[in-house]
């Protein structure tokens, strides 16, 4: 998906109706066919809210598992949090240990040049 289409695809999520509660699970196909797994989080009923995109930091551990996002949410009360899972990583991973107990396509796959958007 161009970067574009995902601006125009979070702007209606973010705009549109949604249900506040427990974060809705989204997924959209990567161009190697795999499948990218995506949060929109409405913290609150208004119909309009501004957009925060939460990124994670290193590690194999799940959106939705992380203390650290759920504190970063409580930042900004009022927005609609955007989550996306690492490649290979699945809602609810909690590994114990890094690297040893992350998923093998995370640790295939999690690489800079698979971040990058390629052209």
């Not at 609150?44 to 957009?51: C, F, N, V």
């Amino acid at each position: 998906m161009k970067p574009w289409r995902w601006v125009i695809a979070l702007s209606f999520l973010a705009f549109g109706s949604a249900a506040v509660g427990r974060p809705l699970a989204h997924s959209s196909v990567r161009p190697d066919g795999s499948t990218i797994t995506w949060y929109l989080d409405r913290q609150t009923s208004e119909a309009q809210q501004p957009i925060l995109v939460l990124a994670q930091g290193s590690g194999c551990m799940s959106v939705t598992s992380s203390a650290n996002i759920e504190a970063a949410k409580k930042l900004v009360p009022t927005a609609a949090i955007v989550m996306v899972e690492k490649y290979g990583v699945l809602g609810g991973d909690a590994p114990k240990a890094f690297p040893e107990d992350c998923r093998p396509a995370y640790t295939a796959h999690h690489t800079i040049s698979c971040r990058c958007l390629q052209t």
